[in-house]
Protein backbone atom coordinates (compact mmCIF):
# COMPACT_ATOMS: atom_id res chain seq x y z
CA UNK A 1 0.00 0.00 0.00
CA UNK A 2 1.02 3.63 -0.62
CA UNK A 3 -0.65 5.93 2.23
CA UNK A 4 -3.06 5.64 4.64
CA UNK A 5 -7.08 6.90 3.67
CA UNK A 6 -9.49 7.00 6.54
CA UNK A 7 -12.26 8.21 7.85
CA UNK A 8 -12.76 10.18 11.52
CA UNK A 9 -16.85 10.09 12.83
CA UNK A 10 -17.80 12.08 15.32
CA UNK A 11 -20.55 11.52 16.85
CA UNK A 12 -22.38 13.97 19.53
CA UNK A 13 -20.17 16.98 18.64
CA UNK A 14 -23.54 19.27 19.92
CA UNK A 15 -22.86 20.88 16.24
CA UNK A 16 -24.13 21.05 12.67
CA UNK A 17 -23.72 18.51 10.64
CA UNK A 18 -19.89 18.63 8.86
CA UNK A 19 -19.33 21.43 11.25
CA UNK A 20 -15.84 21.38 13.79
CA UNK A 21 -14.36 23.82 15.88
CA UNK A 22 -11.02 25.23 14.54
CA UNK A 23 -9.45 24.42 18.11
CA UNK A 24 -10.59 21.12 17.91
CA UNK A 25 -9.59 20.13 14.08
CA UNK A 26 -6.10 21.81 14.81
CA UNK A 27 -5.42 19.21 17.64
CA UNK A 28 -7.02 16.75 15.72
CA UNK A 29 -4.53 17.18 12.56
CA UNK A 30 -1.82 17.96 14.86
CA UNK A 31 -1.56 14.91 16.90
CA UNK A 32 -2.26 13.01 14.04
CA UNK A 33 0.72 14.98 11.93
CA UNK A 34 3.20 13.99 14.75
CA UNK A 35 1.99 10.16 15.37
CA UNK A 36 2.69 9.93 11.89
CA UNK A 37 6.23 11.59 12.06
CA UNK A 38 6.74 9.90 15.14
CA UNK A 39 5.81 6.40 13.45
CA UNK A 40 8.18 7.42 10.40
CA UNK A 41 11.25 7.70 12.74
CA UNK A 42 10.35 4.44 14.68
CA UNK A 43 10.68 2.40 11.42
CA UNK A 44 13.33 4.26 9.83
CA UNK A 45 15.67 3.96 13.09
CA UNK A 46 15.53 0.54 12.46
CA UNK A 47 16.77 0.87 9.00
CA UNK A 48 19.73 3.01 9.48
CA UNK A 49 17.97 5.91 8.11
CA UNK A 50 18.70 8.73 10.82
CA UNK A 51 16.28 11.24 10.60
CA UNK A 52 13.56 11.71 8.38
CA UNK A 53 14.45 14.39 5.98
CA UNK A 54 13.51 15.72 2.76
CA UNK A 55 11.79 13.34 0.46
CA UNK A 56 11.27 10.74 2.78
CA UNK A 57 9.35 13.12 4.85
CA UNK A 58 6.61 12.89 2.56
CA UNK A 59 5.92 9.32 4.01
CA UNK A 60 4.59 10.61 7.16
CA UNK A 61 2.63 13.35 5.73
CA UNK A 62 -0.73 13.75 6.92
CA UNK A 63 -3.63 15.89 4.83
CA UNK A 64 -7.52 16.72 5.24
CA UNK A 65 -9.25 15.77 2.40
CA UNK A 66 -12.69 16.93 3.33
CA UNK A 67 -16.03 17.03 5.86
CA UNK A 68 -18.86 15.36 4.98
CA UNK A 69 -22.24 15.56 6.42
CA UNK A 70 -23.70 12.92 8.81
CA UNK A 71 -22.61 14.28 12.17
CA UNK A 72 -19.27 15.20 11.63
CA UNK A 73 -16.69 13.35 9.32
CA UNK A 74 -13.58 13.75 8.52
CA UNK A 75 -11.46 12.30 5.77
CA UNK A 76 -7.58 11.94 5.95
CA UNK A 77 -5.10 10.42 3.87
CA UNK A 78 -0.74 9.82 4.16
CA UNK A 79 -0.65 9.38 0.83
CA UNK A 80 1.77 11.00 -0.83
CA UNK A 81 0.97 13.54 -3.23
CA UNK A 82 4.81 13.33 -5.21
CA UNK A 83 6.15 10.23 -5.60
CA UNK A 84 8.04 8.96 -2.88
CA UNK A 85 12.04 8.75 -2.97
CA UNK A 86 13.12 5.95 -4.52
CA UNK A 87 14.18 3.09 -2.38
CA UNK A 88 12.02 3.61 0.12
CA UNK A 89 8.87 1.61 -0.78
CA UNK A 90 9.78 -1.11 1.97
CA UNK A 91 9.83 1.68 4.52
CA UNK A 92 7.01 3.47 3.79
CA UNK A 93 4.51 0.22 3.49
CA UNK A 94 6.06 -0.54 7.09
CA UNK A 95 4.88 2.83 7.83
CA UNK A 96 1.81 2.91 6.62
CA UNK A 97 0.98 -0.59 8.38
CA UNK A 98 2.09 0.84 11.68
CA UNK A 99 0.72 3.84 11.85
CA UNK A 100 -2.81 2.34 10.74
CA UNK A 101 -2.78 -0.34 13.43
CA UNK A 102 -1.97 2.16 15.83
CA UNK A 103 -4.54 4.91 14.53
CA UNK A 104 -7.16 2.11 14.17
CA UNK A 105 -5.99 0.05 17.53
CA UNK A 106 -6.41 3.48 20.04
CA UNK A 107 -9.88 2.69 20.55
CA UNK A 108 -9.24 -0.67 21.11
CA UNK A 109 -6.59 -0.23 23.56
CA UNK A 110 -4.32 -2.45 21.23
CA UNK A 111 -0.81 -1.34 21.82
CA UNK A 112 2.75 -3.04 19.54
CA UNK A 113 4.47 -4.15 21.88
CA UNK A 114 7.37 -2.48 20.96
CA UNK A 115 5.96 1.09 20.61
CA UNK A 116 8.44 3.30 22.00
CA UNK A 117 7.16 5.65 24.74
CA UNK A 118 6.87 8.97 21.91
CA UNK A 119 4.66 6.93 19.88
CA UNK A 120 2.27 6.36 23.08
CA UNK A 121 2.43 10.14 24.40
CA UNK A 122 1.66 11.13 20.95
CA UNK A 123 -1.52 8.58 20.71
CA UNK A 124 -2.64 9.55 23.79
CA UNK A 125 -2.52 13.55 22.87
CA UNK A 126 -4.90 12.10 19.70
CA UNK A 127 -7.20 10.49 22.20
CA UNK A 128 -7.89 13.98 24.00
CA UNK A 129 -8.13 15.51 20.75
CA UNK A 130 -10.94 12.80 19.86
CA UNK A 131 -12.46 13.86 23.41
CA UNK A 132 -12.44 17.20 23.40
CA UNK A 133 -14.30 17.07 19.69
CA UNK A 134 -17.17 14.83 20.68
CA UNK A 135 -17.88 11.58 23.20
CA UNK A 136 -18.12 8.88 20.55
CA UNK A 137 -15.71 8.73 17.68
CA UNK A 138 -15.32 5.79 14.81
CA UNK A 139 -12.67 5.11 12.88
CA UNK A 140 -13.24 3.35 9.40
CA UNK A 141 -10.73 2.68 6.46
CA UNK A 142 -10.98 4.20 3.15
CA UNK A 143 -8.24 2.41 1.48
CA UNK A 144 -8.83 -0.99 0.35
CA UNK A 145 -5.94 -2.31 0.83
CA UNK A 146 -6.05 -1.66 5.07
CA UNK A 147 -6.76 -4.54 7.01
CA UNK A 148 -9.66 -4.45 10.01
CA UNK A 149 -12.93 -3.04 9.51
CA UNK A 150 -14.50 0.17 11.50
CA UNK A 151 -13.95 0.88 15.37
CA UNK A 152 -16.75 2.91 17.18
CA UNK A 153 -15.21 3.53 20.38
CA UNK A 154 -15.26 6.81 23.47
CA UNK A 155 -12.01 8.37 23.60
CA UNK A 156 -12.21 9.38 27.40
CA UNK A 157 -12.59 5.31 27.82
CA UNK A 158 -9.69 4.87 25.70
CA UNK A 159 -7.29 6.82 27.72
CA UNK A 160 -7.36 4.86 30.72
CA UNK A 161 -6.07 1.85 28.83
CA UNK A 162 -2.54 0.10 28.68
CA UNK A 163 -1.57 1.96 25.80
CA UNK A 164 0.37 5.11 27.51
CA UNK A 165 1.34 2.87 30.36
CA UNK A 166 5.37 3.38 30.70
CA UNK A 167 7.61 0.19 31.05
CA UNK A 168 8.09 -1.07 34.43
CA UNK A 169 6.01 -0.69 37.17
CA UNK A 170 4.77 2.55 38.37
CA UNK A 171 6.16 3.61 41.54
CA UNK A 172 3.50 3.81 44.50
CA UNK A 173 3.56 7.61 45.75
CA UNK A 174 5.46 8.87 48.71
CA UNK A 175 4.68 10.72 51.63
CA UNK A 176 6.10 14.21 50.68
CA UNK A 177 5.92 17.34 52.90
CA UNK A 178 6.45 21.32 51.89
CA UNK A 179 6.54 24.82 53.21
CA UNK A 180 5.98 27.99 52.28
CA UNK A 181 3.19 30.13 50.93
CA UNK A 182 0.15 29.10 50.16
CA UNK A 183 -1.60 30.43 47.32
CA UNK A 184 -5.21 29.77 46.04
CA UNK A 185 -5.93 28.29 42.63
CA UNK A 186 -9.53 26.85 42.52
CA UNK A 187 -11.57 26.51 45.52
CA UNK A 188 -14.38 23.96 44.11
CA UNK A 189 -12.01 21.51 43.48
CA UNK A 190 -9.55 21.49 46.10
CA UNK A 191 -6.61 22.92 43.51
CA UNK A 192 -4.06 25.22 45.45
CA UNK A 193 -0.53 26.00 44.85
CA UNK A 194 2.62 26.41 46.99
CA UNK A 195 5.69 28.43 46.72
CA UNK A 196 8.78 27.10 48.98
CA UNK A 197 11.45 29.94 50.15
CA UNK A 198 13.81 29.64 46.86
CA UNK A 199 10.71 30.10 44.38
CA UNK A 200 9.50 26.66 43.52
CA UNK A 201 5.84 26.02 42.87
CA UNK A 202 4.51 22.77 44.25
CA UNK A 203 0.81 21.86 42.97
CA UNK A 204 -1.86 20.76 45.58
CA UNK A 205 -4.59 18.35 44.60
CA UNK A 206 -7.25 17.20 46.00
CA UNK A 207 -7.05 19.51 49.22
CA UNK A 208 -8.14 18.66 52.23
CA UNK A 209 -10.69 20.50 54.01
CA UNK A 210 -10.38 22.98 51.45
CA UNK A 211 -12.49 25.29 53.13
CA UNK A 212 -10.96 25.66 55.97
CA UNK A 213 -7.72 25.41 54.09
CA UNK A 214 -8.39 28.81 52.02
CA UNK A 215 -8.52 31.00 55.21
CA UNK A 216 -4.70 29.99 55.18
CA UNK A 217 -3.81 31.08 51.70
CA UNK A 218 -1.71 33.81 51.88
CA UNK A 219 0.47 32.66 54.72
CA UNK A 220 3.31 30.25 55.21
CA UNK A 221 2.15 26.48 55.78
CA UNK A 222 3.27 23.12 55.99
CA UNK A 223 1.36 20.41 53.50
CA UNK A 224 1.56 16.74 54.23
CA UNK A 225 0.87 14.17 51.31
CA UNK A 226 1.70 12.04 48.63
CA UNK A 227 3.88 13.38 46.62
CA UNK A 228 4.68 12.45 42.59
CA UNK A 229 7.18 14.47 40.71
CA UNK A 230 6.63 14.86 36.93
CA UNK A 231 9.42 14.69 34.13
CA UNK A 232 10.42 17.95 34.22
CA UNK A 233 10.82 17.71 38.08
CA UNK A 234 8.03 19.65 39.08
CA UNK A 235 6.46 18.17 42.34
CA UNK A 236 2.69 17.39 43.26
CA UNK A 237 1.28 16.76 46.53
CA UNK A 238 -2.04 14.80 46.48
CA UNK A 239 -4.62 14.70 48.99
CA UNK A 240 -2.44 17.11 51.62
CA UNK A 241 -3.30 18.30 55.05
CA UNK A 242 -2.67 21.92 55.10
CA UNK A 243 -1.55 23.51 58.45
CA UNK A 244 -0.63 26.81 59.82
CA UNK A 245 3.49 26.73 59.66
CA UNK A 246 5.20 26.15 62.97
CA UNK A 247 8.60 27.78 63.58
CA UNK A 248 10.84 25.68 66.19
CA UNK A 249 11.35 26.64 69.86
CA UNK A 250 14.66 28.49 68.64
CA UNK A 251 13.71 30.33 65.58
CA UNK A 252 10.19 31.26 67.26
CA UNK A 253 11.11 34.18 68.91
CA UNK A 254 14.28 35.68 66.47
CA UNK A 255 13.54 39.29 65.03
CA UNK A 256 12.69 39.60 61.33
CA UNK A 257 15.60 40.67 59.10
CA UNK A 258 13.72 44.29 58.84
CA UNK A 259 13.99 44.75 62.69
CA UNK A 260 17.48 43.16 62.75
CA UNK A 261 18.81 45.86 59.83
CA UNK A 262 17.34 48.88 61.75
CA UNK A 263 18.93 47.96 65.21
CA UNK A 264 22.35 47.67 63.40
CA UNK A 265 21.64 51.13 61.50
CA UNK A 266 20.25 52.31 64.78
CA UNK A 267 24.06 51.31 66.57
CA UNK A 268 26.00 52.67 63.64
CA UNK A 269 24.44 56.03 63.72
CA UNK A 270 24.75 56.33 67.56
CA UNK A 271 28.92 55.85 67.36
CA UNK A 272 31.03 58.19 67.93
CA UNK A 273 33.50 57.47 64.82
CA UNK A 274 35.32 60.84 65.26
CA UNK A 275 36.23 60.08 68.45
CA UNK A 276 38.27 56.71 67.36
CA UNK A 277 42.25 57.63 68.39
CA UNK A 278 44.77 56.46 65.54
CA UNK A 279 46.68 53.19 65.71
CA UNK A 280 49.12 51.80 63.94
CA UNK A 281 49.25 47.86 62.77
CA UNK A 282 51.83 46.63 64.68
CA UNK A 283 49.94 47.79 67.86
CA UNK A 284 46.83 46.11 66.89
CA UNK A 285 48.64 42.22 66.90
CA UNK A 286 50.02 41.43 70.23
CA UNK A 287 53.94 41.11 69.53
CA UNK A 288 54.33 41.92 65.44
CA UNK A 289 57.42 42.26 64.92
CA UNK A 290 58.73 44.07 61.36
CA UNK A 291 58.65 42.12 58.50
CA UNK A 292 62.51 40.70 57.53
CA UNK A 293 62.56 38.41 54.15
CA UNK A 294 66.17 37.44 55.26
CA UNK A 295 65.10 35.86 58.28
CA UNK A 296 61.79 33.80 56.70
CA UNK A 297 63.70 30.10 57.66
CA UNK A 298 62.87 26.99 56.08
CA UNK A 299 61.14 24.95 58.96
CA UNK A 300 63.11 22.92 60.91
CA UNK A 301 66.35 24.51 59.85
CA UNK A 302 68.69 25.73 62.49
CA UNK A 303 70.84 29.20 61.78
CA UNK A 304 73.90 27.25 60.85
CA UNK A 305 71.94 24.79 58.33
CA UNK A 306 70.22 27.85 57.36
CA UNK A 307 73.57 29.55 56.43
CA UNK A 308 74.96 26.64 54.86
CA UNK A 309 71.98 26.67 52.54
CA UNK A 310 72.20 30.07 51.37
CA UNK A 311 76.09 29.78 50.64
CA UNK A 312 75.33 26.54 48.61
CA UNK A 313 72.45 27.94 46.71
CA UNK A 314 74.29 31.11 46.08
CA UNK A 315 77.35 28.93 44.28
CA UNK A 316 79.88 29.38 47.23
Known sequence: MTGVRFELHFIGTGLPDAEIDASNLAAICGSLQELATRVGRWVAS???????????????????????????????????????????????????????????????????????????????????????????????????????????????KALTSAWFATAGPVPEPADGVASGLLEMVDLASGRFRLRDAIGNRIDLKSVADAINAAKLVGTEVTARGAVTRRPDGKMTLTSPTIEPLVLPDGLRDLPDDEAVNAELFAQAAAFDWDGLAPVSLAELVDGAQPYDPVRVEPTGLTDEEWEIFTRAANGE
Not at 101 to 116: F, H, M, T, Y
Open 46 to 156: GKTLGRLTGPVEGLTRVRVLGLSPGSTRLLLSTEPAQPALEGTDELAEQTDERFWQIVLGAGLGELPDDAPVPVRETTAKMLSAYAATAPEVEVAPKSPALRGGSVRFEPK
